[in-house]
C-alpha cells in the first residue's frame, strides 16, 4: 500500500484515499501499525489541497 501510494496520480490517490482512508482516517492514525500508512499517505501526495485537506481533518479531529 505504501508503494502504490507513493507512485498513483493525485486522481488515482484522491480515488484511493476516498474509498479507503476517508471515513477511517482518525481510527487509522490511532493505530500503532496503520498509523504508518496515514504517514505514507500524507507524504506521497503532489497535491496541496489534498495535504491541507488530511491534516486539518486530523488536527480538528484531535483537538475540538
Known amino acids: 500500500v505504501e508503494k502504490i501510494l507513493h507512485v498513483v496520480t493525485p486522481e488515482l490517490w484522491q480515488e484511493i484515499y476516498d474509498s479507503y482512508f476517508n471515513t477511517h482516517l482518525v481510527q487509522l492514525s490511532c493505530h500503532p501499525i496503520s498509523n ?8 506521497s501526495t503532489t ?8 491534516f486539518c481533518y486530523l488536527l480538528f479531529t484531535y483537538f475540538w
Not at 504508518?36 to 507524504?43: E, P, W
Not at 497535491?47 to 485537506?53: I, P, S, T
Request: net charge positive; hydrophobic share 60%; proline share 0%.
Open 36 to 43: 504508518f500508512i496515514v504517514q505514507h499517505l500524507m507524504a
Open 47 to 54: 497535491d496541496k489541497a489534498q495535504v491541507r485537506f488530511v
